[in-house]
């Protein structure tokens, strides 16, 4: 089916009658513009995102599978894969007044995932790339062949991110869970409080 244009007959005649549209452009909005289909489509990077990493992401990660809610829940059940959560962990502010007591905001993710904060962004300090590789390493009992499921947020860049480093390591049957917790929730499935792996 096809879209409707939102412009009224008189909108139309006078974009055309007024010089703002041209016949080529007209036809567009009275075809329900054509043009628009690949709106929001986004293209993989070459490299690693590194800024705007709550913005739309791709649909794809070259070399891995892409999952929804119900297949992440089956795989989950089946206890086949490594579900890594790379939600970001907020640093502590700096300069805090003296005596002040500093909590860290409470992650929820999904039962049974490992949380690794910070591992998704395009650029890693020495520290954490030695974090990211020994503990996925350690989780995955150094099989690179071990499924691991990827997941942050919807739109986020972290998992796409992590994900990519990961099959750059070897790992050979990374998933990724694009849409993460937001679609967990949205399945209905539930979340628990996270602790980092340390």
């Not at 009658?17 to 007209?26: D, P, T």
Request: hydrophobic content about 40%.
């Amino acid at each position: 089916m096809g879209r409707r244009s939102v412009l009224s007959g008189a909108g139309k005649w006078c974009l055309a009658r007024c010089g703002l549209l041209s016949a080529a452009m007209l036809s567009l909005v009275l075809a329900g513009a054509p043009a628009r289909a690949a709106e929001g489509e986004v293209a993989e990077p070459d490299g690693y995102r590194i800024d705007g990493y709550r913005t739309p992401v791709p649909k794809t990660l070259k070399g891995a599978r892409v999952i929804g809610a119900d297949e992440a829940e089956g795989l989950l059940k089946a206890g086949t894969a490594v579900f890594i959560d790379v939600f970001p962990r907020a640093p502590k502010p700096p300069n805090l007044p003296a005596g002040t007591v500093w909590r860290d905001p409470t992650h929820m993710t999904i039962d049974g995932a490992h949380w690794m904060p910070n591992v998704g962004y395009g650029v890693l300090s020495p520290e954490f790339e030695d974090y990211f590789r020994t503990r996925l390493a350690k989780l995955t009992s150094n099989d690179p062949a071990k499924p691991v499921v990827f997941f942050c947020l919807k739109d986020c860049w972290m998992s796409w991110n992590a994900g990519k480093r990961a099959l750059e390591w070897g790992y050979t049957h990374v998933i990724w869970f694009s849409d993460g917790t937001d679609a967990w929730q949205q399945a209905g499935f539930d979340l628990v409080k996270a602790t980092p792996v340390p």
